[in-house]
Structure formats: structure tokens, C-alpha cells
């Protein structure tokens, strides 16, 4: 697969996974009105316009309004997807939280089909002069969500600078590290499998 591919592909997965980690604040229908996916209102959750169509013939409430109790994202999983190799996107990217969170400078994300980890990097909007790490963490047979904040004074914005990539990543990768780049010259290190940043 070629790198633009792997790009697209990658943005279509963030914005499906910001769909399902914004459900709990009650954002889901909001994000899918401006994406290409569709909001399935019995089941709390977006998908792509060809599976929400499948769902149509298996869900006999299709359509109507979700009944009141929260629906788990993972309930309806009962065995992995198709992992996403390690890749690195520069530049901003949409995220699953709110812009005050992080001004964003790139993203990482890989899966090996039951978990999930995302990375964003840049810096805090209120004190631009910090650094920020937005580790977003997904078991998608469970489907439970974690987020973590982690922030580097003095820093500025942080960049990606080297990170795991391709499919020998898809599962290691989500426990290794992620090398950054300060906006004052330096360099720090992202281990993920202890969620910390020195």
C-alpha cells in the first residue's frame, strides 16, 4: 500500500474511532452529520455507509430513536477487525477531544485488530510554551476507551519526530517508543508502555 493510501485509509480510521470515543459525552450523531459516516441510532454508534446498510436487515428498530440506556461500542464485537499498520501523519489532525485539549502537530496510531493506540502531539493552547501527548487507548472487543494527557514545560509544541511503523508494529508498537521533537531544539521520548515522556 502506498504511503497517500495508508495516509487516507488512516484518516478514515481516526475519524471512526473519534466517533466512538466522543459517544459517552453524547457527540456521535454531531461528528457523523460532518463525516462519511452514519449515525445507527439503536446501536449509540457511526459506521461506513455500506455496513450501516447491512445492519438495516439485522436490527429491527432500525432507525428509531436508541432506547435511553447506553449501548457498550463493543458489545456487537465478538472477534478482532483487520489490524492498521504503524503510521505517522504530520499536521493537524481531527481529534476525539476538544481543541482546547491540544493544539495538534501530528498523530500515530496502530491496531492489531482487538486494541487500539492513538498518539497526538503538540502543545497545550492555554501555555503555548508547553508541550502535550494525547495517548488514546481502545480494546475493541471490549470496547472500553482510556485517555491520557501528558504535558512537557518549557518544550513548546512537540513533533513526531521517529515512531514504530508498518505491520511488524501492529501489535509491539502499541508498547514501544515514540521519539519527539521540541520546538526549542530537543528531543524527548514517548514510552508508551509505561505512559510517560522524558
Do not use: C
Amino acid at each position: 500500500m502506498n504511503t497517500s493510501a495508508t495516509v487516507r485509509r488512516t484518516r478514515r480510521v481516526l475519524a471512526a474511532f473519534a466517533a466512538a470515543a466522543i459517544l459517552s459525552g453524547g457527540g456521535a450523531a454531531a461528528l457523523a452529520a460532518t463525516s462519511s459516516l452514519r449515525f445507527v441510532p439503536d446501536l449509540g454508534l457511526s459506521f461506513p455507509a455500506a455496513k450501516a446498510k447491512m445492519l438495516e436487515h439485522s436490527i429491527p428498530r432500525f432507525g428509531r430513536p436508541a432506547a435511553p440506556q447506553p449501548i457498550r461500542p463493543g458489545a456487537f464485537r465478538t472477534a478482532p477487525i483487520a489490524g492498521i499498520p504503524a503510521v505517522t501523519v504530520q499536521g493537524n489532525a481531527q481529534t476525539p477531544f476538544p481543541a482546547a485539549v491540544a493544539a495538534i502537530t501530528g498523530s500515530w496510531m496502530t491496531s492489531d485488530g482487538t486494541t487500539l493506540t492513538a498518539v497526538y502531539v503538540g502543545s497545550n493552547p492555554a501555555e503555548p510554551s508547553q508541550g502535550r501527548v494525547v495517548i488514546l487507548r481502545q480494546n475493541i472487543l471490549k470496547g472500553t476507551q482510556h485517555e491520557m494527557i501528558l504535558s512537557a514545560n518549557g518544550t513548546g509544541a512537540l513533533t513526531i519526530s521517529r515512531a514504530p511503523a508498518g505491520r511488524s508494529a501492529e501489535t509491539i508498537g502499541q508498547a514501544g517508543n515514540i521519539v519527539l521533537h521540541t520546538a526549542t531544539g530537543g528531543t524527548l521520548v514517548l514510552r508508551l508502555v509505561s505512559n510517560t515522556v522524558s
